[in-house]
């Protein structure tokens, strides 16, 4: 039988992963991306000393599955494991800087909780779980209703912020947060299910890992993509997409080096994000139309700034992974990142580099503000929290229109949409962090 010519179009985590497992099934695959290099949004640079991370700074590792997948690529021997002092975390509550609970007895000593909202979040064992969950019910509904208002404003609502930049309320808790509802639907209780093991126990890695590798995140896509032996087209705008009559597949692309190529396939498999589908032209597909819901994800824009301090400027200790924002302390930044605590080689030895998130879904509108503004902004917002005197001697910005994909109220309409354009389409599919998920653990194409 001869192997099938598949076409990857995307080579960002889930494109590469993609792409390999139809390498191992004996398939002939080409990847096509857009961008100069591999790795889509996780993407890393060393500038005047400082390694910054423009997507994710860290995967945590719990999977034995993503573990094992790793290790198959010779990927996991070159992971660096962040300081033991970021199992420290910190939120805003009252104009400072408050550590979470580690542990039991911390529960109890922690500000971070009123002793009315800890009591409340204690009662979660022995509230009753809903006979029928709602379908839609949203991540902020769910926490409410288990653990209490307070428990949302100062746990929930920061942690959304810190990983989807978003808002509890918006998130859709089956898509986001599968295992919260498996916890409520098995044990009765999130907290009953957490003391007894949590959901895929099998599955889980006797300790968790929070790793990065020696230059940055981007080393995790540019060591999956040196397993490649196929074609893989970097720099080419991809115009469009084509059934033929006789079930193959054209694609048309166009490069500054070749200028317009065509090329046919057996397969498609699209790992492009949501808002880049209605850039392309979409030739004879049956249910055309599901194009634009797919492309219908929420993207809320997102900026990230690096500043650099000496360590002296810095009254804070830096002891902890970093510090999130709720949104009832009404501060302009979602959180920051200490970045060079997670990793000691982000930053020359004697300076501390701090990563923080501007917009996202609170305040969509700063992401607008011009570079210094930014800058200026996230700088003024640091120095009042963390004690910091003096200007910082490094800084940089990036701005992402349309950051992370939102498991929101849509997710369900497009789950539906990529499978029906599957069923009628033979040989096209969709992936990537918007059919998936946006964790990295979600976009890498495990069996």
Not at 39 to 63: C, F, H, M
Not at 119 to 143: Q, T
Not at 178 to 196: A, D, F, I, T, W
Not at 245 to 272: A, H, M, P, Q, Y
Request: net charge positive; hydrophobic share 35%.
């Amino acid at each position: 039988m001869e192997p099938k010519k598949i076409c990857v179009l995307g080579a960002g985590l889930s494109g590469l992963s993609h792409a390999l497992g139809r390498q191992e099934a004996g398939d002939e695959v080409t990847v096509i991306d857009r961008q100069s290099q591999v790795g889509g949004v996780l993407q890393s640079n060393k500038i005047d000393g400082y390694l910054v991370d423009y997507g994710a700074n860290t995967l945590s590792l719990r999977s034995k599955k993503i573990a094992d997948y790793l290790k198959k690529y010779n990927i996991l021997e070159h992971a660096i494991d962040a300081n033991l002092e970021c199992a420290k975390r910190f939120i805003v509550k009252q104009n400072k800087i408050v550590s979470l609970p580690q542990g039991f007895i911390s529960f109890f000593t922690s500000s971070f909780l009123s002793i009315r909202g800890k009591l409340r979040l204690g009662m979660e064992p022995f509230l009753p779980r809903l006979k029928n969950n709602p379908e839609d019910e949203s991540m902020g509904a769910f926490v409410k209703r288990r653990l209490g208002q307070e428990a949302l404003d100062y746990a929930a609502n920061p942690f959304i912020g810190g990983i989807y930049a978003s808002r509890p309320e918006s998130l859709i808790l089956k898509h986001a947060f599968p295992n919260l509802q498996q916890l409520e639907e098995k044990y009765g209780s999130v907290l009953k299910g957490m003391v007894k093991g949590g959901i895929n126990q099998e599955d889980k890695l006797p300790k968790t890992r929070l790793i990065s590798f020696e230059n940055g995140m981007h080393e995790l896509p540019h060591r999956l993509a040196k397993h490649l032996q196929c074609e893989l087209l970097l720099s080419c705008n991809i115009l469009e997409v084509k059934r033929e009559s006789n079930g193959l597949w054209t694609i048309l692309v166009e490069s500054k080096e070749k200028g317009r190529v065509e090329k046919k396939f057996d397969e498609v498999i699209c790992t492009l994000p949501s808002h880049c589908l209605p850039k392309i032209k979409w030739h004879n597909l049956d249910e055309n139309h599901l194009i634009h819901v797919l492309a219908e994800a929420t993207h809320p824009p997102l900026a990230l700034t690096f500043l650099g301090y000496k360590k002296e400027q810095i009254s804070h200790p830096l002891d902890g992974f970093g510090f999130l924002v709720p949104e009832v302390e009404k501060r302009k930044i979602l959180g920051t990142l200490f970045s060079s605590t997670l990793f000691s080689n982000r930053a020359p030895k004697q300076n501390a580099l701090l990563t923080s998130f501007v917009g996202g879904e609170r305040n969509p509108e700063l992401c607008g503000l011009p570079d210094d503004d930014l800058i200026s902004l996230a700088d003024s917002e640091n120095r009042e929290l963390l004690g910091i005197q003096g200007k910082p001697e490094f800084t940089h910005l990036v701005r992402w229109p349309k950051s992370i994909p939102l498991p929101d109220h849509l997710t369900t309409k497009r789950l539906e949409a990529a499978t029906l354009l599957k069923q009628k389409n033979i040989g096209l599919s969709f992936s990537g962090s918007h059919i998936s998920g946006a964790p990295l653990p979600n976009c890498l194409s495990v069996t």
